[in-house]
């Protein structure tokens, strides 16, 4: 499972050329005086805007539990499955179908969750994005890391 997985990772590495995936040193570079709009030199898609919107939801979550806080989700994240992205055929893949799955089924935990028990479904949600990320899109992954309650890293 795991070399299949790695050599499916592999693979999809070799093909990977679009930019949004790839931009991890522009965005390092643009984040200090830019605000988050324009980090995508091909025009944003659709999915790439939601996940910027999921980004900034989930680091507001982490405040909310640091602080203790009632957790707020307001997005829709279903469209993560409808959403059209930069390069169809990768939502189109059953990893990322897989893995889309398991992220609402974490949104919708996360939700119901008792106080005591969200920062493990948390730390789940963001171990799917990072999941996802390392199969599909390993760009943004040191970015979606500093989302991990636990500032070390958990691999
Ligand atoms: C099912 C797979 C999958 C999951 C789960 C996922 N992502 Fe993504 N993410 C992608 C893909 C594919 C792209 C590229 C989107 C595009 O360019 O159209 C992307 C792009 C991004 C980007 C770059 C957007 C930009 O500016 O271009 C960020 C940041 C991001 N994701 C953060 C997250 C966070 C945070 C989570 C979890 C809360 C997450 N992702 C969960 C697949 C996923």
Redesign the pocket.
């Known amino acids: 499972m795991i070399a299949k997985l790695k050599l499916l990772t592999y693979s999809l590495l070799i093909f990977i050329t679009?930019v949004?995936?790839q931009n991890e040193n522009n965005e390092a570079k643009n984040s200090k005086n830019q605000t988050?709009q324009s980090?995508?030199p091909n025009g944003?898609?659709e999915?790439?805007l939601l996940?910027?919107a999921?980004?900034d939801e989930?680091e507001l979550v982490k405040k909310q539990i640091t602080n203790g806080e009632p957790i707020k989700i307001s997005l829709k994240h279903d469209e993560?499955l409808t959403a059209e992205?930069?390069?169809a055929e990768?939502?189109a893949s059953m990893d990322?179908k897989a893995?889309?799955n398991v992220?609402l089924q974490n949104i919708k935990k996360l939700k119901s969750s008792e106080p005591d028990q969200l920062i493990g479904v948390y730390d789940n949600?963001?171990k799917?994005?990072i999941s996802?990320?390392q199969a599909?899109?390993p760009?943004?992954i040191v970015?979606?890391k500093k989302?991990q309650q636990n500032e070390v890293n958990k691999e």
Do not use: E
């Open positions: 679009v949004s995936c988050q980090i995508n944003d898609s999915l790439a996940m910027r999921m980004f989930a993560i992205a930069t390069q990768k939502v990322y893995y889309a992220h949600l963001i799917n994005c996802c990320h599909l899109c760009g943004p970015k979606i989302l």
